[in-house]
C-alpha cells in the first residue's frame, strides 16, 4: 500500500516569507497528487491537483510541484498571511492508476504563520 | 449552500450501541466517500460507492456499513460501538468515479464511552 511521509508536523514562518511543505511517497507513481487545507474542527478543502505528467501548478500564491523521480511534491505558500495558518494535507489516489476507493492522505503539517 | 452535509455533528454514546451518521450531497455527484479521521489525525479511506460499485476499505470491521437510499445520500451505520470508534468521520463525495478533487463534510465527532 501507499505510504505518504509529510516531514514535518508543524512548521512556524514568519508573516510574509515563503512557507515550503514537503510530501513524499514511498511506492507505486501515482496518477495525480493533490493538497487540502485542514482547519480545526473543519473537513479538508481542496487547494490543487498536480498531475504525473505535470511539474508545476499554481494559483495564486500557491504553488505545487511534482517530481515523480524522487517521488515527492513540494507545496508553497508565497508572501504567507496568518490566515494561511492550517494544517496542510497531501493525499494521493488510493490505488495504482487511481479509482473508485478514494484518496491516501499524509499525516498534515499544521503551519503557523507568526505575525 | 452546504455542498456536503452531516448529521449529526457530535455523538456521544455507549459501547455496545448501534448507531447511524447521515450525509448528503447537493453537487449532483456521482461518488460518495466515507473517511475516519482518528485521534492522531490520520485520514483515512473507508468506503467509496456510487451506483455501481461499493469498495471497501479491507481493514474496516464488518460492523461498518454504508446505506444509500439515493445518489444523494451516503449514511453510515455502525453496529456494536466499540471504544476505538471514536474518531471523526468525515463524508466526501466527487462528480464521478475517476475524478479526483473531492469536497469534504464538516465531520461527525463521535465519542463512545
Known amino acids: 500500500s501507499q505510504k505518504i511521509e509529510q516531514n514535518s508536523e508543524a512548521l512556524n514562518i514568519q508573516e510574509g516569507k515563503t512557507a515550503t511543505l514537503t510530501c513524499n511517497y514511498t511506492n507505486y507513481s501515482p496518477a495525480y497528487l493533490q493538497w487540502y487545507r485542514q482547519d480545526p474542527g473543519r473537513g479538508p478543502v481542496f487547494l490543487l491537483l498536480i498531475r504525473e505528467n505535470e511539474k508545476e501548478k499554481r494559483k495564486e500564491r500557491l504553488k505545487v510541484t511534482f517530481d515523480t523521480t524522487l517521488k515527492q511534491s513540494l507545496f508553497h505558500i508565497t508572501a504567507s498571511q496568518p490566515a494561511d495558518s492550517a494544517t496542510y494535507l497531501c493525499a494521493l489516489d488510493a490505488r495504482t492508476g487511481g479509482g473508485a476507493d478514494g484518496l491516501t492522505f499524509g499525516k498534515g503539517t499544521h503551519l503557523i504563520i507568526q505575525p | 449552500d452546504t455542498a456536503v452535509s452531516q448529521t449529526p455533528k457530535y455523538l456521544v454514546t455507549q459501547m455496545g450501541n448501534d448507531k447511524s451518521i447521515k450525509c448528503e450531497q447537493n453537487l449532483g455527484h456521482d461518488t460518495m466517500y466515507w473517511y475516519k479521521q482518528d485521534s492522531k489525525k490520520f485520514l483515512k479511506i473507508m468506503f467509496s460507492?456510487?451506483?455501481?460499485?461499493?469498495?471497501i476499505n479491507e481493514t474496516v470491521p464488518n460492523r461498518f456499513s454504508p446505506k444509500s437510499p439515493d445518489k444523494a445520500h451516503l449514511n453510515l451505520h455502525i453496529n456494536s460501538l466499540e471504544l476505538g470508534d471514536s474518531a471523526v468521520y468525515f463524508c466526501?463525495?466527487?462528480?464521478?468515479?475517476?475524478?479526483?478533487?473531492?469536497?469534504f463534510g464538516p465531520g461527525t465527532r463521535l465519542l463512545v464511552l
Open positions: 460507492y456510487n451506483n455501481k460499485e461499493l469498495i
Open positions: 466526501a463525495s466527487s462528480q464521478d468515479t475517476f475524478q479526483e478533487t473531492q469536497y
